[in-house]
């Protein structure tokens, strides 16, 4: 299945127990759209926040984190690595 990095601004401030209760919410509704979400990071001072996931789709991922709350700025395909 492919990968994909998707990318969330603005979020400065971004408490570690906000990142998790995010990430839940991702999970909690991820099989919907044949997504699993593998990890998420965050860097509170300038608001980014990145997910790495496996998806049919990045409209699939797209979908999912609007359905839970805090809708993607960007979503970028991950076809290499090491």
């Known amino acids: 299945m492919p990968e994909f990095m998707d990318i969330h601004r603005n979020m400065a ?38 997910c790495l996931s496996e998806a049919p789709s990045a409209d699939a991922v797209k979908r999912i984190h609007e359905r839970a709350g805090h809708p993607a700025d960007e979503v970028h395909p991950v076809p290499l690595k090491v």
């Open 13 to 50: 401030g971004l408490t570690q127990e906000a990142l998790k209760q995010a990430h839940e919410a991702d999970l909690a509704i991820q099989s919907e759209e044949d997504v699993v979400f593998k990890n998420a990071w965050a860097d509170p001072d300038s608001g980014l926040v990145y």
